[in-house]
């Protein structure tokens, strides 16, 4: 055991009460490093948490606010398919994330509503809705685009469609007579066709 070692562990007991860092050799002895977080960013928070749902703007409380409780979602993790080396075959990137919509009360009811009719052959018999990810190698990417899918297909469900003009209707309404005539036009031709390659009727040879 050389002369440093021997101080330093000197040092290491007689500070082990207070816990505190000491200065040995004229540097500074510490359990963290100069590059830890709460070095870095002093004033940062360093704890994760999930915030709470955004306060929604006077007149969008029939909206969703984008807000999506976590501990609503059912998320596994498996096996992604696809290229990636020995990397797919270790880590469990691709996320699957179902909840039951019909018992989802952090969307709206209307919105609700018609979600289980616009998705009602993708729903299990046990009420559940599946969406997956596996566009990256990293977990919390996957799981993020499997939020924003959601997001998606939620705020789709949300924009109000405009009712067509009576110019539209009419426009859709000549489009529609003039494909009829065509089609009937070609259906004569064709059976013309047919017509002419049998023989003349009534006639023995």
């Known amino acids: 055991m050389n002369k ?3 101080a330093f562990i000197s040092v290491l007991r007689q500070n082990s009460s207070t816990c505190t860092s000491s200065t040995l050799l004229g540097r500074q002895l510490s359990y ?3 590059l ?3 070095k870095i960013y002093p004033s940062a928070r360093l704890q994760l948490y999930t915030p ?3 306060v929604s703007p006077p007149g969008s409380a029939n909206k969703f606010n984008g807000y999506i409780p976590m501990d609503k979602l059912e998320i596994t993790y498996s096996r992604s398919s696809g290229p990636g080396g020995q990397h797919v075959n270790t880590v469990n990137t691709k996320v699957d994330v179902r909840f039951k919509l019909a ?3 952090w969307i709206p009811e209307d919105t609700r509503q018609k979600l289980l009719k616009v998705l009602a052959n993708k729903i299990t018999k046990e009420g559940y809705y599946y969406i997956k990810s596996d566009v990256s190698r990293s977990q919390q990417l996957n799981l993020a685009d499997a939020l924003e899918k959601l997001r998606t297909i939620i705020r789709a469900q949300e924009v109000e469609v405009a009712a067509p003009s009576e110019e539209s209707l009419e426009r859709v309404r000549r489009r529609q007579e003039r494909a009829a ?3 009937l036009q070609l259906k004569r031709g064709r059976a013309q066709v047919k017509a ?3 023989g003349p009727g ?3 040879f």
């Open 202 to 204: 009534g006639v023995d």
């Open 4 to 6: 440093i070692t021997r």
């Open 36 to 38: 830890s977080l709460d």
């Open 196 to 198: 002419d390659r049998q």
């Open 103 to 105: 018992e989802a009360q």
């Open 32 to 34: 963290k490093s100069d």
């Open 181 to 183: 005539r065509e089609r």
């Open 52 to 54: 709470p749902p955004p």
